[in-house]
């Protein structure tokens, strides 16, 4: 009885499993091909390589484009070395008492917070309180704060995998602990910890309640790209231009280009991750 009772719930649990897979990528594909279906008559060269015009009604999104590269690289600049060094210091150093406890809930507490609050703490921080104004500065810093919980956490999971005997190993033949860490716990955590850095950039590039309030320009006339000045970028474009143009109906294919030219950044990098990860685990094997 208690056999049949046990392969009854497996299969309850399976279906289940089987059922909320099956409902989460039917409407996937809904949505991918409402945007490919909608978007792919407006891909071209001139529409990647050309910068808007007429209102963003002509021309393409060189513009935006340019800054949401330029953008992701600022937040990969201030969120990654600091967040990596943060989790090598709690993981490696930091005693395990009280304290650092609530460090690590306070951390994964800000891994949750919306990403509109972000936007307004930038704001108050980056573009009034520093003077920094509006910028692609004020926005990367801003997303290089919501990046951090991710890349801390992130990191700081991929380097307790590694065992404590392999710690113990480097410290017997004589290497100092920087040593251990730096040429024997890092190598062996790099794929984890670059492949969460990488998912965290790309969802950093998707965002844009933080940019709204830092630095995001609704139509910039050139290519742009000065990290002191306003800047377009891809979801902010997008965002303008299905809900905020003047003429939606007429930019409404311009506005499917655009996010189908977004899905496509944020599954590059997305593959990008997995690629890492692949080539770290075929070595170790």
Same mark, same amino acid.
């Given at each position: 009885?208690?056999?049949?009772?046990?392969?009854?719930?497996?299969?309850? #649990?399976?279906?289940?499993?089987?059922?909320?897979?099956?409902?989460?990528?039917?409407?996937?594909?809904?949505?991918?091909?409402?945007?490919?279906?909608?978007?792919?008559?407006?891909?071209?060269?001139?529409?990647?390589?050309?910068?808007?015009?007429?209102?963003?009604?002509?021309?393409?999104?060189?513009?935006?484009?340019?800054?949401?590269?330029?953008?992701?690289?600022?937040?990969?600049?201030?969120?990654?070395?600091?967040?990596?060094?943060?989790?090598?210091?709690?993981?490696?150093?930091?005693?395990?008492?009280?304290?650092?406890?609530?460090?690590?809930?306070?951390?994964?507490?800000?891994?949750?917070?919306?990403?509109?609050?972000?936007?307004?703490?930038?704001?108050?921080?980056?573009?009034?309180?520093?003077?920094?104004?509006?910028?692609?500065?004020?926005?990367?810093?801003?997303?290089?704060?919501?990046?951090?919980?991710?890349?801390?956490?992130?990191?700081?999971?991929?380097?307790?995998?590694?065992?404590?005997?392999?710690?113990?190993?480097?410290?017997?033949?004589?290497?100092?602990?920087?040593?251990?860490?730096?040429?024997?716990?890092?190598?062996?955590?790099?794929?984890?910890?670059?492949?969460?850095?990488?998912?965290?950039?790309?969802?950093?590039?998707?965002?844009?309640?933080?940019?709204?309030?830092?630095?995001?320009?609704?139509?910039?006339?050139?290519?742009?790209?000065?990290?002191?000045? #306003?800047?377009?970028?891809?979801?902010?474009?997008?965002?303008?231009?299905?809900?905020?143009?003047?003429?939606?109906?007429?930019?409404?294919?311009?506005?499917?280009?655009?996010?189908?030219?977004?899905?496509?950044?944020?599954?590059?990098?997305?593959?990008?991750?997995?690629?890492?990860? *692949?080539? *770290?685990?075929?070595?170790?094997?």
């Amino acid at each position: 009885m208690q056999r049949k009772k046990f392969n009854f719930t497996s299969i309850i #649990e399976w279906g289940t499993l089987l059922l909320s897979t099956g409902l989460v990528c039917f409407f996937l594909v809904i949505i991918l091909w409402e945007i490919v279906s909608k978007g792919a008559g407006s891909l071209s060269w001139e529409f990647i390589a050309e910068v808007p015009r007429e209102g963003m009604t002509k021309g393409g999104i060189l513009t935006p484009i340019i800054g949401t590269v330029l953008l992701t690289l600022l937040t990969a600049l201030f969120s990654i070395p600091f967040g990596v060094c943060c989790a090598i210091y709690l993981n490696e150093y930091a005693e395990d008492n009280w304290l650092t406890r609530i460090i690590r809930a306070a951390i994964r507490n800000l891994s949750g917070v919306p990403s509109i609050i972000y936007g307004l703490f930038g704001l108050a921080l980056f573009v009034q309180a520093l003077q920094f104004g509006t910028s692609m500065l004020s926005a990367g810093l801003t997303l290089g704060l919501l990046s951090l919980p991710y890349i801390i956490t992130t990191t700081e999971e991929a380097l307790m995998r590694i065992p404590a005997s392999t710690r113990e190993a480097a410290l017997a033949v004589g290497a100092t602990k920087f040593e251990t860490i730096k040429d024997v716990v890092l190598p062996s955590a790099m794929s984890g910890i670059l492949t969460g850095v990488v998912l965290t950039l790309s969802r950093a590039a998707g965002e844009t309640a933080p940019i709204l309030f830092t630095g995001a320009a609704f139509y910039i006339n050139g290519v742009g790209g000065a990290i002191d000045n #306003e800047f377009m970028a891809l979801p902010y474009h997008l965002y303008m231009l299905s809900t905020q143009h003047q003429s939606i109906e007429e930019v409404r294919p311009i506005a499917y280009g655009t996010a189908l030219v977004l899905i496509i950044v944020v599954f590059l990098l997305n593959l990008t991750a997995f690629y890492i990860r *692949y080539k *770290y685990r075929k070595n170790e094997n």
